[in-house]
């Protein structure tokens, strides 16, 4: 079975696994409109297209306290295009919330780089989580693929 994990947001990133291992992963495509940077829909369409996935596991996230009206906005947009190019690839999808994955693994109320250390213990393998930034998104990304799985 094929789970495609989605940390949305534009410094987000998304994971397939195949029966528990990462086989496809990268960071959000972005491209620049104007003085924005929004998800380039089109690349996400044609990584995912091709990639035969079972079902895909959604961050579901919301505002949080002290998030400005611009951040909230261009998040929303991330996650809004991230659910249509899902959509139109006809890729059945699940939300599932920060507070449960990380329940599911065993993270909650743990700091942020806790799942990138719980990833790099499960998949020591896969260098790419040494890295803390893109390898802290790839590591949330992942870990919300294997709660699907």
Not at 24 to 41: D, F
Not at 94 to 117: E, F, I
Request: charged share 20%.
């Amino acid at each position: 079975m094929r789970i495609l994990g989605i940390d949305p947001g534009l410094s987000g990133a998304f994971v397939l696994l195949e029966n528990g291992t990462p086989i496809e992963w990268g960071l959000m495509p972005v491209m620049v409109e104007g003085s924005n940077k929004r998800i380039n829909a089109s690349a996400l369409a044609s990584q995912w297209r091709f990639a035969n996935i079972d079902i895909a596991f959604l961050e579901q996230v919301g505002a949080m306290p002290g998030q400005g009206v611009s951040s909230m906005f261009t998040f929303g947009h991330a996650t809004g295009t991230v659910r249509g190019v899902l959509g139109a690839l006809e890729i059945p999808v699940r939300l599932v919330t920060p507070q449960a994955w990380k329940k599911h693994v065993g993270l909650l109320n743990k700091d942020k780089d806790a799942a990138r250390s719980l990833a790099i213990q499960l998949w020591p393998e896969w260098r790419v989580l040494d890295k803390k930034g893109e390898g802290q998104a790839l590591a949330d990304a992942a870990l919300i693929a294997g709660y699907g799985s």
